[in-house]
Every structure is written in C-alpha cells, then in structure tokens.
C-alpha cells in the first residue's frame, strides 16, 4: 500500500515529512500527503494514532517539529488570510450556550467580516433547518441541533477548506444524510476542499474521495476509494474443502504462497485474504500437486472494515 498519494490537482493541503514531538515523544512521523481541489479526505486511525495531532497542525494551532504544513499554499501559523479561508468544526462545536442560534452565527460573521452577513446568516440558518428556532438560545438545543448550527458556522465565511472532526457526531440518522449531502454538494458544486477525522468507516464509503489510514504516527495507506475498492475485489477467497481432514495441510499451502496475508480456518472452509490478487488456478495447481480436493472455490469481496482493521493489525505487528 501508498504511504502517500500526491493530488492530480492543485493541492489545498499538503503536509511534507510532518513530525511533532510531544516531552520527547513522537506522536508524527514523517507524515506525508497532498489533498486536491474538491476532494473528500477520510483521514482514519484508531485513537491515539495521531489524527488530531494532524489537524491541529495543518490548522496552525500547533508548530512542528519537523517538517512543513501548507494549506491553500500558506502557512495557517503564520497566514492570517490562509485562516480566514479555513472553516472548522471540531468536536467541541464552539457555540454560546445563553446566545441564540441568529445571534451565534451573526457573532461570527462580525468576526470573518463576512459580507452581506444577515443574508448570509438567514441562508445558514435555512441550511441547517432551524429557521424556526433561530431566535432560541443555543443552550436549548438537542445535540443533533448544535451539531449542525456548528456546521453552518463552519460555513458561514465560504472557507475554500473545511476540516470537521466526527461531522456527524452524536446525529439521528436523518440529519447524518443531511450532513453527509452537503459535504458532497460542497466538495463537487462548490469544489471545497474536505479534510475528515472519522471513525465512521460507513460515511467514508459514502462520501469520501480518498482515505488515508494513520497508525502509530505513520501513514500507513493513503488510496482513492476506487483504490480501496478494487483492492477489496481482488484480495479475498474463499475455499471449501471435500475433506475436512486436508484443511491443516491445506492453510500450510496457502500461508506459503506468494501474497497471502492471512488464513482462517472454519470447519472445511479456508477464508484467505492476500496483499494482491491470487489467480485461483494457482491455488487449484497447488491443492492438486498435494492430493488435496477442492469442492468451490470463490473470490470474496472485503469490506472497508476488513481493509481498515487488516492495516492497523499489520501495523501493530510492524511496531
């Protein structure tokens, strides 16, 4: 797998050999990436991987310790118009509980400067569906309805970057397809650049263009999602055996042909998954050399899922 996929256009947000240290702790590792116009950036990893690191760098609000971060071509840490062209929401949604939904949302048009700001709000507010409520204040509001006026406030400035941690948090799954929706209308109507923290493997088939996997401080796959998915089609087969009594000898021939990854074994069933495509008369010569009868074999499809925990177990084992 890539540890990294440079953009076929112009990059929004690039990060070169980016490493950042923590009391002498490496928490980055020479993460690298580039991230185009209009693309959809799943950035997956388990907890403590470093995904947040990651933002908080590319955002400016951490300095690294090696290494460069660039978004929209500039600096954040050093740019302020690189920030005014950034939205972000976090897992805090950074909203005024005792302010209302219009008063939030005009506070920070003030901020960005943001021109014809009442009409700009009055569209925000239509956007996450709480015109009705607009005049409420924040505190009021179930966690699905701060979610998505934190959202609209990401919006708000019509940033040419958008960096959301967990966007659909805590939603129902009606307002999960809402938000879901407007990142890909974002990203092809309006070519906004999306860069997504996430442990939803479902949203990410869903919406995102490309997918990076980060473990233990290092990229350790950064594909499109065709990539993925043509991975997933070639790499999975499924065997089942006439004999049950063959099964050991038949996982030892399998675990020693080139690119299988791994062996399962579940009665006289071998599920076998492999780092690229296995031809099946392979398998078929090899059982044959052995004596070793064959009833079906077939290719299995992989799901993002398997993908995804396949690669942090590698990792580990790489560690």
Not at 201 to 228: F, H, M, N, P, Y
Not at 259 to 264: I, K, R
Not at 280 to 303: K, M, P, W, Y
Request: some cysteine; overall charge negative.
């Amino acid at each position: 797998m890539a540890s990294s996929t440079a953009s076929a256009v112009r990059p929004m947000i690039a990060a070169d050999r980016l490493s950042k240290a923590f009391g002498g702790r490496m928490v980055l590792r020479g993460v690298g990436f580039e991230i185009g116009e209009g693309e959809v950036f799943g950035y997956l990893g388990p907890n403590g991987a470093g995904k947040t690191t990651t933002m908080r760098l590319l955002l400016g609000l951490l300095r690294p310790t090696e290494g460069t971060v660039r978004v929209d071509g500039r600096d954040a840490s050093r740019s302020l118009d690189a920030r005014r062209r950034i939205g972000v929401l976090l897992e805090s949604n950074g909203l005024y509980g005792r302010l209302s939904a219009i008063d939030n949302l005009s506070y920070y048009a003030q901020l960005f400067e943001v021109p014809r700001a009442k009409e700009r709000v009055a569209e925000m507010l239509e956007l996450a569906g709480l015109t009705g409520r607009r005049r409420d204040k924040v505190g009021t509001f179930s966690l699905g309805m701060r979610r998505r006026l934190a959202l609209a406030r990401a919006l708000l400035h019509r940033p040419a970057v958008l960096f959301l941690d967990e966007p659909a948090a805590g939603l129902d799954p009606e307002a999960q397809k809402l938000v879901r929706d407007l990142i890909v209308s974002l990203s092809s109507d309006e070519r906004i650049t999306v860069f997504m923290n996430t442990h939803d493997l479902d949203d990410v088939q869903r919406i995102c263009s490309r997918v990076a996997i980060l473990c233990d401080g290092r990229i350790r796959a950064d594909e499109t999602l065709k990539e993925w998915n043509a991975r997933a089609e070639a790499t999975g087969l499924v065997l089942t055996l006439v004999d049950e009594n063959d099964v050991e000898e038949a996982a030892r021939i399998l675990e020693n042909l080139p690119d299988v990854a791994t062996c399962e074994i579940d009665g006289r069933t071998l599920a076998v998954s492999t780092h690229r495509e296995l031809p099946t008369a392979t398998v078929i010569r090899a059982f044959e050399a052995s004596g070793i009868a064959l009833h079906e074999i077939r290719r299995a499809r992989q799901t993002l899922e398997e993908l995804y925990l396949e690669t942090v177990r590698e990792a580990g084992e790489d560690a």
